[in-house]
């Protein structure tokens, strides 16, 4: 019965089932459930679903790679063309036609209708068949919902979204942020002042408002150059160009051609160690501390109104211009005009004495915009000569017919200090040497004496550049470094030598920026110097130089040096000699930067010298003796560069005295023995004047020297003034006189420059070269001469040619031709002088 009971259970759940089922196929079977997962992206896919999204990729991928061939491919193709042509298929789209083509015929009839409404009517004239008929009614518009906010509790948040919730508010701040100073920027970009012709019937300035001022806008500050070693002080950037109303307001000037840039960087042989200053000197860029004062140049450009450009417009302002009102601001100034202002007043600016007298003369007189144009243009330049050489002066918008004029006067400060082509730490050493603190006035006087220190390191050449700051009234200064390799080393040749030791020189040299610990401000080098094989004479000088460049900005510098010379050579009687000796040298210097005065800039130097001679070979000298002398003398040197808008003075003076009796060696009777009448308790003094002179803007210069030298009795060899050589008198032996007062000179003829590697057509190749005519004369003599001792000088005039090819390839040749000598005879008519120097 139990069982029963359960069997007829099991029989009316199945007949209920299929009563079910019949009714469903009555029906017709339901949908399946739909897939209302639309998809997380942040969710984790399984092992199982990656597995099958990747089976089913590798299934793609093999459907499209499989080529089923087809009966065409029998015999017709090989293997090779067929995959190719497969490829090809697989790979080829069609490309979407760019062609329109409209059927303007309907083939239905007049009264055909659309599903809208509308009559269906051919293209043609408008007006011909859509006149009267009503427009189709508009589609539907797609309306994009608000996002359904969140009703969750903090609770039910994941740390993840909260994590990212903050990561997106972020981001969005800082977009923001982003936008806002973009937006600000343009604002200030599009803000320039502009000044049409005012209307003669109100006489109202009618000048575009500016919310503040522009640092990109320097439309009252005239152009003047970038400073390097021939050119001044420029603003913005080389290729910037501004315009206003259509019209061009300023245009960057072009630096030096890239050809010249390298050539600028100076080149100055080696001297002997006798006669330093009289080095042979590269005449297209002076001094590394030279530098260019701040003077006017009118632009090539015309342009809109500016400081920069005279105006002759005639319209008059104000028939009486009875006061001038300068503020610091344009938000300080009254739109609607002022009334009961007489003369020049100052409201929070304090002009310059220069500057004061420029707007005092124009009160009383009348105004048109030609005279308000060159009384901002006068002010301008007289700001540049009070050492304020970033400096704007801004005409607002006003109305002026009561015969009061609104200037604002805003003095350039300094921004941020940007070093370019610099490592890190020099960038910050180089940043470090502009004493300007931000937010100060910008000063010329004191720019250029920190761009002088920072050149006067010889193997970094920099140069200074203004730019638009990003803060009110802000200049930046931009210092572009160009510096060499740290270690560098150099071969030269030359026949600076003499008959007795061979004329001809090898010299080899090696220079090392910021050795050791000792950073980038020290220099150390080193020189050897020698003779070609020549059986009867060897010479064998060794010298090294350490200059350091010191904090408090004074400059150190030690010199030592080491000649060992030989001879053998038949006097004047026919006797044959053999001679040698060496000559030692240890100096110090420390050189003191003044303050500048002007375009002068001047330094104090202080030395002393430590000399040891057993020999004058080295001097040109013959003489033979068996003591060895000593020297111990001071020096007191005061150095004078002057730059003006048509070249360049240098003045090098020096004063040496020995006091005598410091060694054993540093006698009398030592000094008597080796020069007759010489005692060790001397004074000297010596003078070397240079002018570089342009000639007109053609490239031709003229380069005249002068030195000088007094003493109050005979010197030693070391300390005589000589005469002959290509650094002094060419067409003569190095040195082939010599005296103890003097004068020696030359005079210069330089050509252009032009290009040789140019036309050859190797235009990528940066080399140039020059020619010259010189002149050159010397008078020396003997302050206590012998008995038959007679003035000795001598003159020569030649042609000379210079060339330089990048930064490692010097070459000067020189030919003299003697045109007088008096007190001795060389038995010469004239001589050539060589030099050539590669640096790697």
């Known amino acids: 019965m139990k069982h029963l009971k359960s069997i007829t259970l099991v029989v009316a759940f199945a007949s209920m089932t299929w009563n079910v089922v019949a009714q469903d196929m009555e029906l017709g079977a339901l949908p399946p459930i739909p897939d209302l997962d639309l998809g997380d992206p942040e969710r984790k896919l399984s092992w199982k679903e990656k597995r099958q999204k990747s089976r089913k990729a590798s299934q793609s991928r093999y459907e499209n790679n499989?080529?089923?061939?087809?009966?065409?491919?029998?015999?017709?193709?090989?293997?090779?063309?067929?995959?190719?042509?497969?490829?090809?298929?697989?790979?080829?789209?069609?490309?979407?036609?760019?062609?329109?083509?409209?059927?303007?015929?309907?083939?239905?009839?007049?009264?055909?209708?659309?599903?809208?409404?509308a009559r269906l009517q051919p293209f043609g004239?408008?007006?011909?068949?859509?006149?009267?008929?009503?427009?189709?009614?508009?589609?539907?518009?797609?309306?994009?919902?608000?996002?359904?906010?969140?009703?969750?509790?903090?609770?039910?948040?994941?740390?993840?979204?909260?994590?990212?919730?903050?990561?997106?508010?972020?981001?969005?701040?800082?977009?923001?942020?982003?936008?806002?100073?973009?937006?600000?920027?343009?604002?200030?970009?599009r803000a320039v002042v502009n000044l049409p012709p005012a209307d003669p019937a109100n006489a109202l300035v009618q000048v575009e408002s500016q919310g503040g001022y522009d640092p990109g806008y320097m439309g009252n500050v005239d152009a003047p150059e970038t400073i390097n070693s021939g050119g001044n002080l420029k603003p913005f950037n080389e290729d910037s160009s501004y315009y206003k109303d259509g019209s061009l307001v300023y245009k960057g000037r072009k630096n030096t051609a890239p050809a010249q840039v390298w050539w600028k960087k100076?080149?100055?042989?080696?001297?002997?160690?006798?006669?330093?200053?009289?080095?042979?000197?590269?005449?297209?860029?002076?001094?590394?501390?030279?530098?260019?004062?701040?003077?006017?140049?009118?632009?090539?450009?015309?342009?809109?109104?500016?400081?920069?450009?005279?105006?002759?417009?005639?319209?008059?302002?104000?028939?009486?211009?009875?006061?001038?009102?300068?503020?610091?601001?344009?938000?300080?100034?009254?739109?609607?005009?002022?009334?009961?202002?007489?003369?020049?007043?100052?409201?929070?600016?304090?002009?310059?004495?220069?500057?004061?007298?420029?707007?005092?003369?124009?009160?009383?007189?009348?105004?048109?915009?030609?005279?308000?144009?060159?009384?901002?243009?006068?002010?301008?330049?007289?700001?540049?000569?009070?050492?304020?050489?970033?400096?704007?002066?801004?005409?607002?918008?006003?109305?002026?017919?009561?015969?009061?004029?609104?200037?604002?006067?805003?003095?350039?400060?300094?921004?941020?200090?940007?070093?370019?082509?610099?490592?890190?730490?020099?960038?910050?050493?180089?940043?470090?040497?502009?004493?300007?603190?931000?937010?100060?006035?910008?000063?010329?006087?004191?720019?250029?004496?920190?761009?002088?220190?920072?050149?006067?390191?010889?193997?970094?050449?920099v140069d200074l550049i203004f730019s638009p700051g990003d803060g009110y009234g802000e200049t930046d200064v931009i210092l572009r470094s160009q510096a060499y390799k740290d270690l560098q080393a150099y071969f030269a040749y030359?026949?600076?030598?003499?008959?007795?030791?061979?004329?001809?020189?090898?010299?080899?040299?090696?220079?090392?920026?910021?050795?050791?610990?000792?950073?980038?401000?020290?220099?150390?080098?080193?020189?050897?110097?020698?003779?070609?094989?020549?059986?009867?004479?060897?010479?064998?000088?060794?010298?090294?130089?350490?200059?350091?460049?010191?904090?408090?900005?004074?400059?150190?510098?030690?010199?030592?040096?080491?000649?060992?010379?030989?001879?053998?050579?038949?006097?004047?009687?026919?006797?044959?000699?053999?001679?040698?000796?060496?000559?030692?040298?240890?100096?110090?210097?420390?050189?003191?930067?003044?303050?500048?005065?002007?375009?002068?800039?001047?330094?104090?130097?202080?030395?002393?010298?430590?000399?040891?001679?057993?020999?004058?070979?080295?001097?040109n000298s013959a003489q033979v003796f068996d003591t060895i002398s000593e020297i111990a003398q001071y020096s007191l040197g005061y150095n004078i560069i002057a730059k003006d808008t048509s070249g360049v003075w240098r003045v090098d003076s020096e004063v040496y005295s020995s006091p005598g009796d410091k060694t054993v060696l540093n006698t009398d009777a030592i000094f008597d023995s080796q020069r007759a009448g010489a005692k060790a308790n001397y004074t000297y003094g010596r003078v070397s004047i240079e002018r570089d002179q342009q000639l007109g803007d053609g490239g031709w210069t003229v380069f005249a020297r002068m030195q000088g030298q007094v003493t109050n009795g005979n010197l030693l060899a070391s300390e005589t003034l000589g005469a002959g050589g290509y650094d002094t008198v060419r067409g003569f032996e190095q040195r082939v006189v010599r005296g103890d007062s003097g004068l020696v000179g030359s005079v210069e003829l330089r050509t252009p420059t032009f290009y040789p590697a140019v036309f050859?057509?190797?235009?990528?190749?940066?080399?140039?070269?020059?020619?010259?005519?010189?002149?050159?004369?010397?008078?020396?003599?003997?302050?206590?001469?012998?008995?038959?001792?007679?003035?000795r000088s001598l003159g020569s005039v030649g042609v000379g040619f210079r060339y330089q090819k990048s930064d490692w390839f010097t070459l000067r040749v020189d030919y003299g031709f003697q045109v007088s000598e008096q007190g001795f005879d060389d038995g010469e008519q004239g001589r050539w002088h060589v030099g050539a120097r590669a640096t790697f």
């Open 760 to 791: 050859g057509g190797f235009d990528n190749v940066r080399d140039g070269a020059f020619g010259l005519l010189f002149y050159d004369a010397a008078t020396l003599s003997s302050e206590d001469p012998l008995p038959g001792e007679i003035d």
């Open 494 to 619: 030359e026949n600076s030598g003499t008959e007795t030791l061979g004329e001809d020189r090898a010299i080899f040299g090696v220079s090392w920026t910021g050795p050791l610990f000792f950073g980038e401000g020290s220099i150390l080098s080193y020189q050897l110097t020698t003779n070609f094989d020549k059986s009867d004479a060897n010479i064998h000088g060794h010298s090294g130089v350490f200059a350091t460049y010191l904090p408090w900005r004074h400059q150190l510098t030690l010199l030592g040096a080491y000649v060992d010379s030989k001879a053998n050579f038949v006097n004047a009687n026919g006797i044959p000699i053999s001679t040698d000796g060496v000559n030692k040298q240890g100096s110090i210097r420390y050189g003191i930067p003044l303050p500048s005065i002007g375009n002068i800039s001047h330094e104090l130097e202080l030395g002393m010298d430590i000399k040891s001679s057993s020999t004058d070979l080295d001097l």
């Open 266 to 461: 100076g080149t100055s042989e080696p001297g002997d160690g006798v006669e330093p200053k009289w080095q042979w000197r590269n005449p297209f860029g002076g001094p590394r501390d030279d530098v260019q004062p701040v003077s006017y140049t009118e632009p090539a450009d015309s342009g809109g109104y500016s400081a920069s450009r005279s105006s002759l417009d005639s319209t008059m302002l104000t028939s009486n211009l009875r006061g001038i009102r300068i503020v610091r601001s344009t938000r300080e100034v009254s739109k609607s005009g002022l009334g009961g202002v007489s003369g020049v007043v100052l409201e929070g600016v304090d002009l310059p004495n220069k500057v004061y007298p420029v707007f005092e003369s124009r009160i009383g007189t009348s105004l048109t915009l030609g005279d308000l144009n060159q009384m901002v243009r006068d002010a301008v330049l007289a700001y540049r000569k009070s050492d304020l050489p970033v400096v704007d002066v801004l005409v607002p918008e006003q109305e002026i017919t009561s015969g009061v004029l609104q200037l604002v006067i805003i003095e350039g400060r300094l921004g941020d200090v940007i070093v370019e082509g610099a490592s890190r730490p020099e960038s910050r050493a180089l940043a470090g040497q502009i004493r300007t603190e931000r937010g100060e006035v910008i000063r010329e006087s004191q720019l250029t004496e920190d761009l002088a220190w920072i050149n006067k390191h010889p193997t970094r050449q």
């Open 66 to 117: 499989v080529y089923e061939r087809t009966a065409e491919d029998t015999g017709r193709a090989t293997v090779y063309q067929r995959l190719s042509n497969s490829v090809k298929e697989r790979t080829s789209t069609p490309r979407p036609t760019t062609e329109i083509s409209v059927d303007n015929t309907i083939s239905s009839s007049d009264n055909a209708m659309t599903a809208s409404g």
């Open 125 to 189: 004239e408008e007006g011909k068949y859509w006149e009267g008929i009503p427009l189709p009614p508009q589609d539907e518009l797609e309306i994009d919902l608000l996002p359904m906010p969140d009703l969750r509790t903090p609770d039910q948040i994941t740390k993840k979204e909260r994590l990212r919730n903050k990561r997106i508010a972020k981001y969005e701040l800082r977009k923001a942020e982003a936008d806002a100073k973009r937006e600000e920027r343009e604002a200030r970009e």
